[in-house]
């Protein structure tokens, strides 16, 4: 088993071990008072997953009930947030209790933030079952819903208890919810990890899963580190969002239906890169984003994407901010006006 401590203010460990799921009673036992907890997941996942999870913990003497909502990004939204809260009064959840995530990013964001604020805060458990999920939303504890106007407004940093990762899982995800994690593995190479790029440059969607053992481990570690210096997102840490300026306002121009969040992140580093990095590293990331069957750009004007900016969290006052990544490896964060934002993509 590989243990990384993330020692924010409330410290805690992602364990990543293949089986890990399998045994994940005896792991969150020792970790809670309770004995009652409820587990939040999607249809996809608890067709999968959830009896494993659900005997693995009853048989370490838990009560375990069950909320279940479909998948996709448009459920994480108020409505859906509602139904959990209504689930848990129902189920006679106190705060004493926990609360488990199973499945992927829009699973722990909504999750994560039902216990930031249910009974004004409770304990959860992350089991991330996506990539995306177990090398980057699963930590750091950032936890979210979607308004119609924009992606994660509303949201709370609440961090999780433990964080049980379990690469096994990965085998049943299909291709395009791989190559959607895949957008966000990228992004920790450009941003801090050549090394990492490099290996990614020299592998596609057919074969990266041979890696994920030191995959998973490595963006784990980078957002740790970053997460440490930077808990509540005020400075370092915002070097994570490197393409997600863009690739959210993607995301919101296509009512969050036509691209992934991971295609979203790979065509929005793309786009930055182009209007502000080197040709080489631009050329280098395109062809490393194609090897993964994620998109470099999308039909819609980079000027047009930069106009549906202004809503973004990462906008502070009449300043917005962006991540640069020159050299590959490296991150730099550039704060410049609204306007200024939407000259440097001016077509």
């Known amino acids: ?5 993330v020692g924010v203010g409330k410290p805690y460990d992602v364990l990543i071990e293949r089986g890990i799921v399998k045994r994940c009673g005896e792991l ?7 004995r009652t907890c409820a587990v939040i997941t999607d249809d996809n996942v608890n067709a999968l997953y959830a009896d494993t999870v659900q005997q693995s913990l009853e048989a370490e003497g838990f009560t375990v009930s069950k909320f279940v909502f479909p998948h996709g990004e448009a459920s994480k939204c108020a409505e859906t947030l509602l139904a959990i809260y209504a689930f848990l009064c129902e189920h006679n959840i106190t705060r004493s209790d926990c609360l488990i995530a199973l ?3 829009v699973v722990g964001d909504i999750t994560g933030f039902a216990a930031a604020t249910f009974l004004r805060g409770m304990q959860y458990i992350q089991i991330p079952t ?9 930590v750091g504890g950032k936890t979210a819903i979607d308004l119609p ?29 791989l190559a959607d994690g895949m957008g966000e593995v990228i992004k920790y190479g450009m941003i801090r990890d050549a090394a990492l790029f490099d290996l990614l440059c020299e592998n596609d969607l057919a074969s990266v899963s041979a890696h994920f053992d030191e995959i998973i481990p490595a963006c784990v570690g980078i957002k740790r580190d970053v997460v440490e210096h930077d808990e509540f997102d005020t400075g370092e840490r915002m070097i994570l969002n490197f393409g997600h300026t863009i690739g959210h306002a993607i995301e919101a121009y296509y009512h969050y239906e036509t691209y992934s969040h991971g295609s979203a992140v790979a065509a929005g580093m793309c786009i930055v890169t182009k209007h502000c990095g080197s040709a080489e590293d631009y050329a280098r990331l395109c062809a490393c984003v194609r090897r993964y069957e994620l998109p470099t750009d999308v039909p819609v004007p980079a000027s047009e994407l930069a106009a549906h900016c202004g809503n973004d969290k990462k906008r502070a ?31």
């Open 103 to 105: 499945g992927g990013g």
């Open 317 to 347: 006052g009449s300043k917005l901010r962006y991540i640069v990544c020159d050299p590959i490896g490296s991150a730099q964060i550039r704060t410049v006006t609204f306007e200024e934002f939407c000259a440097v993509f001016a077509d």
């Open 1 to 5: 088993m590989k243990k990384i401590h």
């Open 28 to 34: 969150i036992a020792p970790l809670t008072k309770t």
């Open 149 to 177: 106007q924009g992606k994660n407004l509303v949201g709370a940093f609440k961090q999780p208890a433990v964080v049980l990762c379990d690469p096994d899982v990965l085998s049943t995800l299909p291709k395009a919810f």
């Open 130 to 138: 996506s990539l995306l999920a177990q090398v980057d939303s699963s």
